[in-house]
């Protein structure tokens, strides 16, 4: 049986299976050019690759800026923000909805808003 709430994001930014591969084409080129693969038989769309992407972006901008490289550390803030907009924030929104319609646990519920608020602070 499927799970409450999957870890996978593309089913939650659309319905269309084809969408949903050209979704995680995308992802895998934002990964591709920052460097980050994932490991074989894991999906590029998994919510801990797109949480690992974005540390990924995040330690590579401190990295930046404590090297002076104004112009790398632009560019990866763009792609973290861009990425962080197009993919994280609306599909932790639709994961957080339905996982608190799925489950009456507080828990899960306050767990799904807080990864929301997060991603839109990194955003």
């Known amino acids: 049986s499927d799970p409450a709430a999957g870890l ?4 939650y930014l659309s319905e269309s299976e084809f969408q949903q591969a050209k979704l995680m084409a995308d992802m895998s080129g934002f ?10 038989g ?4 998994a919510l ?17 800026l404590a090297k002076g490289m104004s112009e790398a550390r632009a560019v ?6 861009d990425f962080v907009k197009i993919f994280l924030i609306p599909a932790l ?4 909805d339905r996982l608190g319609a799925s ?4 828990f899960f519920t306050a767990a799904a808003e807080y990864c ?3 991603a839109g602070a990194i955003a």
């Not at 990964?31 to 074989?40: K, M, Q, V």
């Not at 949480?51 to 401190?62: G, Q, T, Y």
Request: charged share 30%.
């Open 93 to 96: 929104a639709a994961f957080s």
């Open 103 to 106: 489950l009456s646990a507080d």
């Open 8 to 11: 996978e994001l593309s089913p």
């Open 42 to 45: 894991q999906r590029p769309d």
């Open 48 to 64: 801990p690759v797109a949480l690992e992407f974005v540390s990924h972006l995040l330690l590579k901008e401190a990295n930046a």
């Open 31 to 40: 990964y591709a050019a920052f460097g980050l693969g994932f490991r074989e």
């Open 116 to 118: 929301k608020t997060e």
């Open 76 to 81: 990866t803030r763009k792609a973290r923000k």
